[in-house]
């Protein structure tokens, strides 16, 4: 009988109705959609430049590595003020809508200067500190001049891939996450048409390699922000806030004030987080070039099973916050326990599809027997520390729903740098034990996260209404 209420008890607590689950898929499977074709013309991308050479796909793998900080940096910058969008749009405040646009629109205009100039200057020398491991001259140099090949053309996609993403977070924050998926959608079928004539030279185009890769991927850029502009002021009876959106620039400063307390911690953490994820990368690298192909071609895959948890981490921001603007704070966790619980259990399968493929994928790589081993244990690790990662995404993405930007900010990139970070150093620099035993003990020491994360979604630190009272 005791057992048969505590089934009972964890059904409420953690599984949804019908009509639940059919509320966060309406909002995950569009983001779900529009991340899984990027992440899988990403690798379709990567498999082509792959099938050129070892040091063409390291070269540009560097620089996707490089320019993930700059992504990151500007989501984290984007979803400062999008905390703030998500409870103005569950008030029904356009006003408000329209002026966290307007912050984050200067935002990235300023960041992404930062960036440009930054890249500009000493990109060869960040390159450079990915390639201090075992290899030949001719190799690192080889990987190092494709690599600056590559950045130079990225750079130009700079601009509209921020402004796609002040426009995309906006529209998703209001609950509109079709238009930017159809956009994405459009924008990678684009990428990949122009890979394949770019990269290899087909039906008269110049074959351009690396180069090629970066064109096609400018090339998307401008649409995917031009499709996305289109919709937003011709849609203004669903998207009100885009009325009058560029009558003036200008953010009253209450606002951009509230703004950058929450929102700086959580610029912070995003930008520290993909720093700390690039410095990971350079200590496995350490270990040789080999090691930089197999993380390139395991991240590849494991970025397109990412999707999953990544969709649904964004769904509890986006439920979870209007719930909290609407004042809805019961409603508002027990919506967030089966969130997360629906989270593990669907990567907890995911997983499992991924150790399936894992011996099978790196073998679409030209790349040596030695780096293509190296990729199968990589993939093998990452799935089955994929629900532990479901977890953590879902925990962040609860804490950051109700403004708790500092505990996030400790959560996330005060962990990595201080546990990840030195863990990896250390293991790498000082011990003789295998580059995938390195990356294990990385993953492992996760679980402590998961710990303080469990703590704190428990006690419900996160539970507030951050808008009311503007």
Not at 172 to 185: F, Y
Not at 223 to 244: L, N, Q, S, Y
Request: aromatic share 10%; glycine share 8%.
């Amino acid at each position: 009988m005791e057992n048969t209420s505590v089934k009972a008890g964890f059904r409420k607590k953690f599984l949804g109705d019908k009509a639940f689950y059919k509320m966060v898929l309406a909002i995950a499977i569009p983001i779900m959609i529009q991340n899984g074709i990027t992440n899988f013309v990403s690798l379709l991308d990567n498999i082509m430049i792959g099938r050129i050479g070892t040091e063409q796909m390291s070269g540009a793998a560097i620089v996707n590595q490089l320019l993930f900080v700059y992504n990151l940096c500007l989501f984290g910058g984007v979803s400062g003020a999008g905390i703030f969008t998500a409870q103005y749009a569950g008030q029904k405040d356009h006003e408000g809508v329209r002026q966290t646009f307007r912050y984050k629109l200067w935002l990235v205009i300023i960041l992404t200067i930062i960036t440009v100039l930054l890249l500009i200057s000493s990109g060869e020398a960040l390159i450079g500190m990915y390639l201090k491991g075992e290899g030949s001259a001719a190799a690192l140099e080889a990987t190092s001049r494709y690599g600056m090949q590559y950045l130079w053309i990225m750079l130009i996609g700079l601009p509209p891939f921020m402004i796609s993403q002040v426009y995309s977070s906006t529209l998703r924050e209001c609950g509109e996450t079709v238009p930017p998926m159809k956009a994405g959608v459009t924008a990678v079928l684009v990428n990949l048409v122009f890979n394949y004539l770019l990269i290899y030279g087909k039906f008269g185009f110049p074959e351009l390699g690396v180069r090629g890769a970066a064109i096609a991927t400018v090339i998307s850029r401008y649409v995917e922000v031009a499709i996305v502009i289109v919709w937003t002021h011709t849609h203004t009876d669903r998207m009100p806030f885009a009325k009058g959106l560029y009558s003036t620039l200008k953010v009253p400063a209450s606002l951009t004030k509230k703004i950058l307390i929450k929102g700086t911690p959580l610029l912070l953490n995003e930008t520290l987080w993909a720093a700390g994820m690039a410095i990971l990368t350079q200590c496995y690298s350490v270990r040789g070039l080999n090691v930089v192909a197999a993380q390139n071609i395991a991240n590849t895959i494991n970025n397109v099973f990412n999707v999953v948890f990544i969709a649904l981490g964004d769904s509890v921001a986006i439920v979870v916050g209007q719930l909290l603007g609407a004042g809805d704070m019961k409603k508002a966790r027990d919506t967030d326990n089966k969130m997360i619980a629906f989270s593990v259990m669907c990567c907890t399968g995911v997983a499992i599809v991924m150790l399936v493929v894992a011996p099978f994928f790196p073998r679409l790589y030209k790349t040596n027997q030695d780096a293509r081993e190296l990729a199968k244990y990589f993939i093998m690790i990452m799935a089955i520390f994929m629900p532990q990662n479901a977890f953590l995404h879902a925990a962040y993405f609860t804490l950051r729903s109700g403004g708790k930007t500092i505990i996030t900010f400790l959560f996330d990139s005060v962990f990595v740098w201080c546990v990840s970070v030195p863990i990896a150093y250390c293991l790498s620099r000082f011990t003789g034990l295998h580059v995938l035993a390195v990356f294990t003990m990385v993953q492992i020491g996760d679980i402590l996260k998961c710990i303080v994360g469990f703590v704190l979604v428990k006690k419900g630190v996160w539970m507030q209404n951050i808008v009311s009272g503007r």
